[in-house]
C-alpha cells in the first residue's frame, strides 16, 4: 500500500503562489471563460435567465473556480475577477436578450467587491454601454462569505436596488451570518442553499427546512429559488412548495454561451 504525505505549510504556499500567478495571466490574457447554468420559472418551466460561472483557460484545460477563486481572494486579486466576470455577463447578457427579451444574468461577486463602490460605478457604467436594463441583472451575494464593512455594502446595495438592479442571497442556510445579511440588506431572491433541496423527494426533514425558509422569503418580500435541483422528483417537490425558480443538473449543467443558445433559449422559444 502506498501512502502520500499529505501536503505541508510550505507546499501549500507553493501551490497558492502558482495559482495566483496563473490568475495573474489570465486576467492579463484574458484567458478566463463564463459558463451559463439555467434557471428556470418552476410554474412555467421555462428558462428565463443563466448563472454566470467563471472559469479558468490553463493551456486548454477548463478549471473550475473551485480551484481558483479563494486563491483570488487571499492573494487580493477578487475585485478585479469581480470586474472581469461583470464585464463579460454584461456583454454577453446584451447578446442573449436579443435572442430572449426577458432573460436575466445572475453574476456572483464576493464579499470584499459588495463593500466597494467601485463594483456599482462598474457594473452600472457597463450596462448603460451595452443598453441591458440594470433589471435584468441579479448579483448574488454568497452567504458564506463574510461582509467585512455592513454600512459600506448596505450603502451600495440600496444604490444598485434604485437602479434597478437586483440582488440575490446565496447559499442561504449553510453559515451563521444568513439572519445578519437579511436584517441588513434588502435582497429581492434567496437561493436555498442545495444541501436543503438535493433530497427534497425523500427527505420530510429537508421539506420542513425548506418550507420554511419560503415562508421567510415571502414574508420579506422576496422570492425563493431552489439549487441543486437533479432530478425530475426534487422539481416536483419544488414546485409543490411555492418556490419560483429552480436551477440545477436537473435542469441543465453550466455550458457555454452557444451551448446555451442552442440547448435552452432557442428551444424556449420554440415552446412558446
Not at 487580493?76 to 436579443?98: Q, Y
Not at 440600496?158 to 451570518?177: K, N, Y
Not at 416536483?236 to 425558480?245: K, M, T
Request: net charge negative; charged share 25%.
Amino acid at each position: 500500500m502506498v501512502v502520500g504525505r499529505s501536503e505541508g505549510p510550505r507546499e501549500r504556499t507553493r501551490t497558492r503562489v502558482e495559482w495566483k500567478n496563473r490568475l495573474e495571466r489570465a486576467l492579463e490574457a484574458d484567458d478566463l471563460l463564463l459558463h451559463l447554468q439555467p434557471i428556470i420559472d418552476v410554474p412555467t418551466r421555462r428558462v428565463v435567465g443563466a448563472e454566470a460561472l467563471v472559469r479558468l483557460d490553463d493551456d486548454g484545460v477548463v478549471v473550475p473556480p473551485s480551484e481558483f477563486v479563494r486563491v483570488a481572494e487571499r492573494a487580493g486579486m477578487a475585485t478585479r475577477l469581480d470586474h472581469w466576470v461583470v464585464r463579460a455577463a454584461v456583454a454577453m447578457a446584451a447578446r442573449l436578450r436579443g435572442i430572449e427579451p426577458d432573460f436575466s444574468m445572475w453574476i456572483n461577486v464576493s464579499a470584499h467587491s459588495v463593500s466597494s463602490e467601485e463594483l456599482g460605478t462598474a457594473l452600472l457604467a457597463n450596462l448603460a454601454d451595452h443598453g441591458v436594463p440594470p433589471s435584468a441583472v441579479v448579483l448574488e451575494l454568497t452567504e458564506t462569505s463574510p461582509v467585512n464593512d455592513v454600512s459600506a455594502a448596505r450603502s451600495l446595495a440600496q444604490r444598485l436596488r434604485a437602479a434597478g438592479v437586483r440582488l440575490a442571497l446565496d447559499d442561504f442556510g449553510t453559515g451563521f451570518a444568513s439572519l445578519l445579511y437579511l436584517r441588513h440588506l434588502l435582497f429581492d431572491f434567496v437561493k436555498i442553499d442545495g444541501e436543503f433541496v438535493a433530497e427534497l423527494d425523500t427527505s420530510d426533514t429537508d421539506c420542513t427546512i425548506v418550507r420554511s425558509i419560503v415562508d421567510l422569503a415571502t414574508e420579506l418580500g422576496m422570492q425563493a429559488v431552489a439549487e441543486h435541483v437533479g432530478s425530475p422528483g426534487v422539481l416536483d417537490v419544488v414546485s409543490r412548495e411555492g418556490i419560483a425558480l429552480a436551477q440545477g443538473f436537473g435542469i441543465g449543467r453550466p455550458c457555454t454561451e452557444d451551448e446555451f443558445v442552442t440547448r435552452h433559449l432557442t428551444a424556449s422559444s420554440k415552446e412558446r
